[in-house]
């Protein structure tokens, strides 16, 4: 009887937990539900979701050639670093809340959703420290995954002047000298080159 109940309780933690996971994805399935907030006021007509924007940015973070950096670590981090906005939504400058007050959501959020849902243990740790580490900018691989969110940010406006026929220099002139690796400075110079020659090519131009 007493193994009986012994088992009992822990299929009950069990259970628990596997709530408490499924409650945790069902949040994080509003990163894909969510459309980026600065496309829609620039009135893009099919915007790309939050989740869309972290999965590019996990595929760039592969494609790092860099041996200083830890590329399975910066892949993760992308993965996540936008996590908190499953709660919050995507907060911008335009919304008009501070950084600081941006980053205690964020930060309450994911508190929320590491410690509260998926408890203490070693992976949900790793989700906070690694959303942690790209808030505080201080590592390589942090400053490398910033570069990361600023390069997909322009190549996606690129690809919304083209389709949407809209003039979102401002996108550009935001991040314009504020990428700092090498490799993803590349990236983002030749995006520069070929916006330029699409300019001059186009016929239509933009719409502002």
């Known amino acids: 009887m007493e193994t009986n109940v012994i088992n009992s309780v822990d299929d009950n933690k069990k259970v628990s937990n596997v709530t408490n996971v499924l409650a945790f994805l069902h949040i994080c399935q509003q990163l894909k539900q969510t459309k980026r907030t600065g496309w829609l006021y ?4 099919n915007p790309e979701s939050i989740s869309d924007h972290m999965h590019r940015m996990s595929i760039l973070a592969l494609l790092c050639d860099d041996d200083s950096l830890d590329r399975d670590r910066c892949v993760k981090m992308a993965v996540v670093h936008d996590l908190a906005e499953s709660k919050v939504g995507d907060i911008t400058p335009l919304d008009g809340v501070s950084k600081e007050e ?15 849902l998926l408890g203490n243990t070693p992976q949900s740790k790793e989700i906070f420290e690694l959303w942690q580490e790209y808030e505080n900018a201080k590592t390589a691989e942090a400053l490398f995954v910033k570069d990361l969110d600023k390069f997909e940010m322009i190549l996606q406006a690129s690809e919304y002047e083209q389709s949407d026929q809209k003039d979102l220099t401002e996108f550009f002139e935001s991040a314009s000298n504020k990428i700092r690796h090498p ?3 590349r990236w983002a110079n030749e995006l520069y080159v070929q ?7 186009t016929i239509l131009g933009f719409v502002s």
């Open 42 to 45: 620039h009135g893009i007509k």
């Open 102 to 116: 941006k980053h205690r959501l964020e930060e309450e959020a994911m508190l929320h959703l590491c410690t509260d």
């Open 183 to 185: 490799l993803v400075k």
């Open 195 to 201: 916006r330029e020659e699409y300019k001059k090519k």
